[in-house]
């Protein structure tokens, strides 16, 4: 089953949202932003700034770790720099 990581960024909180999954990002996307208590819900201007294809979800998870690991908002910036 194939994977996604992907990086949302809401510019309200000025933050980045990292996280994987199996379904399709647009529907992903729109669980983000419909009401519910996670950390996405503090904002509704969430957008798709970054994905990354995996085979599958546990490749995915992990990446999704690797990057939250780096615990460096700049580092994230970089690496969506460098996909535009």
């Known amino acids: 089953m194939a994977a996604l990581l ?12 990292i996280g994987h ?3 399709p990002i647009d529907e992903r996307l729109r669980k983000h932003l419909t009401s519910h208590s996670g950390f996405t819900s503090k904002a509704k201007d969430w957008k798709v700034v ?27 910036q970089e690496l969506i720099d460098r996909t535009r």
Do not use: C, N, P
Request: charged share 35%; net charge positive; no cysteine.
């Open 50 to 76: 970054y994905t990354e294809e995996f085979f599958d979800k546990s490749q995915a998870y992990r990446r999704e770790v690797q990057i939250k690991g780096w615990k460096s908002k700049r580092r994230i």
């Open 21 to 23: 999954t199996s379904e």
């Open 6 to 17: 992907y990086i949302l960024h809401s510019i309200m909180l000025d933050k980045y949202y």
